[in-house]
């Protein structure tokens, strides 16, 4: 679409809307992080959503008002939208349909099991169910939130095609399919889906484009009422809307995810050199960062990125170039060098215990990143299976993580200590793994008495270096 098409399309679009306009029909397909996200604040701004999920006891447990897995506010948010009636839940497929008037596909997309490239059978499957249940009647904008390879949307739009051709002589079904790929981060999935720093919409169909901005109308106006619990942010203005065709809005999605990655291993690179040299990648990051052109976000040096989003998605970017006979050098690098460093932490422990066999080494944080319990991807595992493999004894904990950790990574060498006080107990050192306010906020002259030796490896460099020194422990960070 060009820009003249894409502001006209923006600016009719947003004058055909206003506050006040009666909720939109949306069921969303999949209720993970992404979808119930999504389903629940929908509901909150006033729209009617039915979450659907093949996961028949997560249905249930949402339906009991219960969130199982941890992200700040979203229970409180999915009570309030049960409590409402805005916000139902089914494993009906019929029924999730049977109303929609924009249906969200939000689906997982992980990575192949050759690790080669993404898993798209979920969505292939989601779009050939919808399309064997979509009836005639109005139109029905199919949305694909999954984060999916480039050219997805024309293929969801075939799965679709042939659900339908299941159905016989059904009569004619209208429908659409748009893109609207999703930027929230696990930890503040609420506050970035109310609050974003741009929408972007991929779609060249003029009814699909009105009909996911008058759903986003709210949002791109900021014009509700906060949440209690999530005040708007002071400063914020409207929410810029991106309104492109389908595949430019798939790889927004791959290009955010592999720049942010990129920077962390740019900064990271330049930390391992700061141990050589004996530089401070704190103060080389601001002193880059404070450059607007760069900026400071992103550029915390230590072990590197891990989660659900950032592995894959730089890989299936790789992959993309790839089919075109393009090799992605800068992302191959950027993915090495993020693969290499977790294990600076054990380096750093063999530059101080000299060996860890046979040593207690306490593991600080199993997430992936602070107030999320997600353990995609997670640096803790490499790093406690590598130790284990090293004849380490490994004991861990995590505020929230190690329900889910028992559960879903059972042959994990490591066992797990009540709190961070017991964790430290006749422990040789303590790894920083994941930097919970929990662990940066400890009593940590305390935490010096309990060890046998006070070690700490700070593998986000997120504690205080000279007061962890001045009581007596030996501390290393990155490139600190
Ligand atoms: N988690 C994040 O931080 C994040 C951020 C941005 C984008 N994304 C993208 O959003 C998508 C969803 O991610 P997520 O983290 O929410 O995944 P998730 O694994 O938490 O949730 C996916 C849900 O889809 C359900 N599902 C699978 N097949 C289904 C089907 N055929 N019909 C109905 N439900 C089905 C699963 O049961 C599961 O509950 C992915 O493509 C991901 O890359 C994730």
């Known amino acids: 679409m060009s820009k003249n098409n894409e502001l006209y399309v ?25 979808g119930l996200t999504t389903a629940a604040v929908f509901a909150f701004l006033g729209n009617d959503v039915i979450g659907y999920d093949v996961n028949e006891k997560l249905i249930e447990e949402l339906r009991a008002g219960r969130v199982p897995f941890f992200e700040p506010h979203l229970e409180e948010l999915t009570r309030e939208g049960l409590a409402n009636r805005r916000l139902s839940f089914t494993t009906d497929i019929g029924a999730a349909l049977s109303t929609a008037e924009i249906i969200f596909l939000a689906v997982g997309t992980p990575p192949a099991p050759d690790g080669r490239g993404v898993e798209m059978s979920f969505v292939s499957r989601a779009a050939t169910v919808i399309g064997e249940n979509l009836r005639p009647g109005k139109l029905r904008v199919v949305v694909n939130k999954s984060t999916v390879p480039v050219g997805s949307n024309g293929w969801v739009d075939s799965f679709i095609r042939q659900g339908l051709a299941q159905q016989g002589d059904a009569g004619p079904v209208d429908f659409v399919v748009a893109s609207n790929p999703e930027f929230l981060r696990e930890g503040s999935a609420i506050a970035d889906t109310l609050y974003p720093d741009r929408v972007v919409i991929g779609a060249t169909d003029a009814r699909a484009i009105e009909a996911l901005t008058r759903l986003y109308h709210p949002i791109l ?88 989003c950032f592995p894959k998605d730089v890989i299936a970017l790789i992959r993309e170039a790839e ?62 299976r590598k130790l284990g493999e090293l004849g380490a004894i490994v004991r861990a904990y995590d505020p929230v993580a190690m329900h889910r950790c028992r559960a879903e990574v059972p042959d994990l060498p490591a066992s797990y200590a009540n709190d961070i006080y017991n964790l430290a107990t006749g422990a040789d050192a303590l790894v920083l793994v994941t930097e919970w306010e929990e662990f940066t906020q400890a009593n940590w002259a305390d935490i010096a008495r309990l060890m046998r030796t006070p070690v700490v490896i700070d593998g986000r460099n997120a504690l205080n270096k000279k007061y962890l020194e001045g009581l007596g422990f030996v501390y290393r960070g990155v490139g600190v």
């Open 323 to 384: 089919a075109y006979g393009y090799e992605a050098k800068l992302l191959k690098a950027a993915y090495e060098v993020n693969a290499a460093q977790r294990f600076v932490v054990i380096r750093k422990l063999q530059e101080v215990l000299k060996t860890v066999r046979g040593k207690t080494i306490g593991i600080l944080g199993l997430a992936f990143k602070p107030n999320t319990d997600d353990l995609r991807g997670a640096p803790a595992l490499d790093i406690i």
């Open 10 to 34: 923006q600016k009719n679009a947003l004058c055909a809307l206003k506050a006040g306009d009666d909720g939109v029909k949306v069921t969303v397909i999949g209720t993970g992080w992404v």
């Open 221 to 308: 106006t900021q014009d509700f009422t906060p949440p209690s619990f999530l005040p708007r942010p002071a400063g914020r203005g409207k929410v810029p809307l991106v309104v492109v065709d389908p595949v430019t809005a798939e790889l927004i999605k791959y290009a955010a995810n592999a720049f942010l990655a990129t920077k962390i291993s740019f900064i990271n690179e330049i930390a391992n050199l700061c141990d050589f040299v004996g530089a401070n990648v704190k103060d080389v990051a601001r002193g880059i960062g404070l450059d607007h052109r760069i900026g400071e976000a992103f550029l915390n040096a230590g072990i590197g990125w891990g989660g659900s």
